[in-house]
């Protein structure tokens, strides 16, 4: 394997989605002392063992852990509206701990795996994927076609969705967002990208999860709940069946109408609506799509919101699934004179080159020393350690897998 610079792949703490953020502060106040584990996985076949990455990713650990925020960067969280001052305080001492994270590996695979308090170890999953992400590019070709190829499948997006504007003659904008940090090629290809399509669709995009570079770039961060911190409620304490309540009600009285998307496939899209009743209904401003057929998915919210009598029209859905710019269009188009739609995009934004993406995960597995899941409507996508556990909480949601 070619020699590869050990330029850091990290450039700043802030590099991080927001969610990590609003998930990290509402975990903070609530459940400080908890303990976590994750798991990375790769998905598909690499071009390469992972496993010979592993001297590298222990080094740019190192770096990760070395690191802190600045006072900008904190005055920077402080200004977000959400984000509260003791948050903040708290971040302005935090240290990544080395100890809590263990790579390793097992014949060609790479394991990696974070363990200890939650708010110590939760913020590792997105560096650790970006990390092996752009490691893993740095070894195969880089020669300018690939980038040449990458800013030509930029610039047919752009066109794409100029050309769906123009033919629209009514229903809601097509609005889109970037998602692409934990997947992304490079981050100097992921800045090239964000600020490409704010200055070149800015009626149309709206904004990063990055929350770095969205300060460095003048742009909203994005994002607000992710599986994990749902998952954290299956070992709170709570009957397991009425973990999504309590988490859905934690995050209300966190944050009191900011924040109000709700994801709803950790244990299914059904089960999610039996708990969705009115009082949450009301109280968040709408629905995540991360796994199953977003259409059908679409239409459950709708008459889900009809049978509450809620008007679709004043909610919104967000779809997140492994879009790129044709199918959230084709999205738009079905649901565009019935509800406004935000589609997160990630891969397909960010590590659009002639090589194939690396299809990575850190997923929460055990919290509070017993095993968590999520249960996904989409083949491939559940992941849990435990047999048992898995069996047990489809029993529970009566979720066939």
Known sequence: MPHVSATPVVRSLLENDLYKFTMWQALLHRHPGAQASYAFVCRNQPAFPLA?????????????????FSLEELDYLRSLRFIKSDFVDFLSIFRFQRRFIQVSVDGDQLVIRASGPIV??????????????????????????????????????????????????????????????????????????????????PAHFRGTSNVYLARKLGLAPSGTMAHEYLQAYQAFGSRLRDFQKHALEDWVQEYRGDLGIALTDVVGMDAFLADFDL?????????????????????????????????????RLVFSD????????????????RIPC?????????????????????????????????????????????????????KVFNHGG
């Not at 997006?157 to 998602?179: N, Q, S």
């Not at 998915?297 to 809620?310: D, P, V």
């Not at 492994?322 to 004179?337: E, G, K, T, V």
């Open 52 to 68: 010979s990455l592993k001297a590298e990713v222990e080094a740019q650990l190192d770096h990760l852990c070395s690191l802190a």
């Open 120 to 201: 110590h170890v939760m913020g590792f999953e997105v560096f650790v994927l970006y990390i092996v992400n752009e490691l893993y590019y740095r070894h195969l070709p880089a020669g300018p076609e690939i980038l040449a190829a990458a800013r030509e499948r930029m610039a047919t997006k752009i066109e794409l969705v100029r050309a769906d504007a123009a033919a629209a003659t009514e229903g809601h904008p097509f609005l889109f967002m970037d998602f692409g940090l934990r997947r992304r090629y490079s981050g100097a290809w992921q800045e090239a990208v964000v600020g490409g399509f704010a200055q070149a669709l």
């Open 279 to 315: 009082y949450f209904a009301k109280l968040f401003d709408g629905l995540r799509h991360d796994s199953g057929e977003p259409i059908a998915w679409g239409e459950k919210a709708i008459a889900h919101y009809r049978k509450l009598r809620i008007d679709p029209r004043t909610k």
């Open 322 to 337: 492994a879009l790129d710019i044709p199918r959230a269009l084709a999205i738009h188009r079905h649901f565009r004179d």
């Open 342 to 394: 935000l589609f997160g995009i990630g891969t397909d934004l960010t590590n659009d080159t002639p090589h194939p993406s690396l299809n990575i995960v850190m997923k929460m597995v055990a919290c509070g020393g017993q095993s968590v899941a999520k249960l996904s409507d989409s083949p491939g996508k559940t992941h849990c350690e435990d047999a048992a556990f898995l069996a047990y909480l489809r």
